[in-house]
């Protein structure tokens, strides 16, 4: 679990990770964070992007929270649990966030809803659907 603390930009809050094995695999547990200064968190941003780009990581660091967003919602999460997560409300989290969510994320949560053991049935029918027609509407 990552604490983020006041005096941030988005205050105090816990940050839970999705996936949490990364931590081991990256070998993050114990890891110190730089000194990195910034009079403010868009001179901080452009530091961390720098470094970013001088280290060669193939990424813009706010991917990494697109990521985390996108992956809360394919987790299940709520969003009210996610925007928290995040530092922010959730019409913020909805405006920023959710525009990247693509035509995939959204088949992988369907197919996991439909996957749940304890979702609602339709009566009579069988337990697992034997296929599913995608429609398209046109005006």
Same mark, same amino acid.
């Given at each position: 679990?990552?604490?983020?603390?006041?005096?941030?930009?988005?205050?105090?809050?816990?940050? $839970?990770?999705? $996936?949490?094995?990364?931590?081991?695999?990256?070998?993050? *547990?114990?890891?110190?964070?730089?000194?990195?200064?910034?009079?403010?968190?868009?001179?901080?941003?452009?530091?961390?992007?720098?470094?970013?780009?001088? $280290?060669?990581?193939?990424f813009h660091p706010y991917d990494l929270r697109h990521g985390w967003a996108i992956?809360?919602? #394919?987790?299940?999460?709520?969003?009210?649990?996610?925007?928290?997560?995040?530092?922010?409300?959730?019409?913020?989290?909805? *405006?920023? $966030?959710?525009?990247?969510?693509?035509? #995939?994320?959204?088949q992988r949560a369907y197919e996991a809803m439909m996957l749940r053991s304890?979702?609602?049935?339709?009566?009579?029918?069988?337990?697992?659907?034997?296929?599913?027609?995608?429609?398209?509407?046109?005006?």
């Amino acid at each position: 679990m990552l604490i983020v603390l006041d005096g941030t930009k988005t205050n105090f809050h816990r940050v $839970y990770p999705l $996936y949490p094995e990364w931590a081991k695999d990256w070998g993050l *547990q114990g890891m110190q964070i730089p000194n990195c200064t910034g009079r403010n968190n868009s001179e901080l941003g452009n530091r961390i992007t720098h470094a970013f780009k001088r $280290y060669g990581v193939p990424f813009h660091p706010y991917d990494l929270r697109h990521g985390w967003a996108i992956r809360s919602l #394919e987790f299940g999460m709520p969003i009210e649990l996610a925007a928290q997560q995040m530092g922010h409300s959730i019409g913020v989290h909805t *405006q920023t $966030y959710h525009r990247w969510i693509s035509e #995939e994320v959204h088949q992988r949560a369907y197919e996991a809803m439909m996957l749940r053991s304890d979702r609602p049935v339709a009566p009579g029918l069988p337990k697992t659907p034997r296929s599913i027609r995608v429609i398209i509407f046109r005006a």
